[in-house]
């Protein structure tokens, strides 16, 4: 029952949306190239994403959900370019994972705990997670796979609501590098924990010194 408890809490957390219209947040060492984007008007997960930046960029972008964890969203390629130029450009952005429904129930939830809660819970350490979930790997016991099958938790690509986060670099952000500094890592609940600590994951996959600049809006694919 503890373990039911802990998931539906995380589901609650995870699946949730603010009260108020999307949350913004600029990071790093913003004005070293002020990177913006907007999302298409009619399109919940975003193919593509209109980016502008000051100053030529390499630029990388993430869908960051607090409590769970983030994925890389562009480049999906080594093969891919991801310098830009001054000015604005369009580049694609991949979900790998379709969102799950969201139960209003959660979304009033959040709405009641977000920013109202004077002792709010301690936020998570950062681990990597190193617990397979893919249940063709637990042998060949169909109840345990079953059972184990109906508790596994969606991967962060896969959230309903989170974090669109635009990072721009003087210097190449390798994709193989970030994502093996970011793919398996559980971040901070908090959402501005959770910003900073990606953008800390992203600063670990680029030589010392690079100033980054990022920018992130909330998401909503429901």
Do not use: W
């Amino acid at each position: 029952m503890l373990q039911l408890h802990r998931i539906a809490l995380a589901l609650v957390v995870t699946t949730a949306a603010c009260a108020s219209g999307p949350e913004i947040r600029k990071l790093g060492d913003y004005s070293a190239a002020q990177p913006l984007f907007t999302t298409p008007a009619n399109e919940k997960t975003p193919s593509q994403i209109t980016v502008n930046v000051t100053r030529p960029s390499y630029v990388t972008a993430l869908f960051v959900v607090p409590g769970r964890g983030a994925v890389v969203v562009f480049p999906t390629d080594t093969l891919e370019s991801t310098h830009v130029d001054a000015g604005q450009h369009t580049i694609p952005v991949q979900f790998r994972e379709r969102a799950y429904n969201r139960d209003s129930m959660f979304a009033a939830i959040r709405r009641q705990t977000q920013g109202r809660n004077p002792n709010p819970s301690p936020v998570p350490p950062v681990f990597r997670d190193t617990v397979r979930r893919d249940t063709t790997r637990l042998g060949n016991d169909s109840s345990t796979s079953s059972r184990l099958g109906a508790l596994r938790d969606p991967g962060p690509g896969a959230s309903p609501i989170g974090y669109l986060l635009l990072v721009a670099s003087p210097a190449q952000i390798p994709l193989a590098t970030l994502q093996r500094h970011v793919n398996g890592i559980t971040i901070p609940i908090d959402d501005d924990e959770a910003l900073s600590t990606v953008m800390k994951l992203v600063k670990a996959s680029v030589p010392d010194g690079t100033k980054l600049s990022g920018y992130a809006r909330e998401l909503d694919r429901t």
